[in-house]
């Protein structure tokens, strides 16, 4: 029973490049979040995934990231022309479909991005 | 404007002894609390939650506590043990068929002394 995964672990670009991060959800879970977070900071949210919808991205900047999850294949989230306030930890949560009244959330391992 | 607020960065413990962990919140939309523990380099596990038609839900060595009118809930655990020290994030959602996006506070870091 594999956790959520992700990957790269560690993934380092330099300012202009494209930066791809990939997440592939627990079994049977169909909805995923992306969280960033900062030095010393809590985790923020950045978009809400289902299988080929988004739902919910308001914590997206809204130039150079992108977000999808589709039908086959893991949810990528993709920067494009990272700059170094871009680099973080990004991670990826899971949850099952159709739960009431609140749902655990299971977080990947993360992928640290360091922009140079 | 920071919804889920943890007061203190840091707390120490004698092992054996109880750790009490705070977080309040200002949404009163909130309807459902959870709380992650956080080792260096590993993604958040989940520890124990409460939904805000209860004030207590216990498991194990956790308990977590829920004020709605103070707006405020706290993790004990009891004992501590050294495992505990991590960082513990309270986290909050918006009840929306359940599967809504969480507000995190920004931790605080627990050291469990031997």
């Known amino acids: 029973n594999a956790g959520v995964m992700q990957n790269p672990r560690h993934l380092v670009r330099r300012r202009g490049q494209e930066a791809r991060l990939r997440c592939s959800p627990m079994?049977?879970?169909?909805?995923v979040y992306w969280y960033r977070q900062l030095p010393e900071e809590g985790l923020k949210f950045m978009v809400y995934l289902q299988k080929e919808n988004i739902i919910d991205e308001s914590g997206m900047p809204k130039e150079r990231f992108s977000a999808e999850f589709p039908k086959e294949g893991p949810s990528i989230l993709r920067i494009q022309q990272v700059v170094r306030g871009d680099s973080a930890a990004y991670f990826c949560?899971?949850?099952?479909?159709?739960?009431?009244?609140?749902?655990?959330?299971?977080f990947g391992p993360g992928t640290r991005l360091t922009v140079t | 404007d920071q919804q889920v607020k943890q007061n203190s960065p840091s707390l120490s413990v004698q092992e054996g002894r109880i750790s009490i962990l705070n977080c309040d919140y200002t949404?009163?939309?909130?309807?459902?609390f959870l709380w992650y523990k956080k080792y260096p380099a590993e993604g958040p596990t989940f520890l124990i939650s409460?939904?805000?038609?209860?004030d207590k839900n216990e498991d194990g060595r956790f308990t977590v506590f829920l004020n709605k009118s103070a707006k405020h809930l706290s993790l004990h655990i009891v004992p501590s043990q050294p495992g505990d020290s991590a960082v513990y994030f309270c986290?909050?959602?918006?009840?929306?068929?359940?599967?809504?996006?969480?507000?995190f506070g920004k931790g605080t870091r627990l050291s469990v002394i031997a």
């Open positions: 409460i939904s805000s038609i209860k």
């Open positions: 079994k049977g879970h169909s909805h």
């Open positions: 949560a899971s949850s099952p479909p159709g739960v009431t009244g609140g749902s655990e959330q299971y």
């Open positions: 949404n009163s939309m909130f309807d459902y």
């Open positions: 986290a909050a959602s918006t009840p929306n068929s359940g599967n809504t996006p969480l507000v």
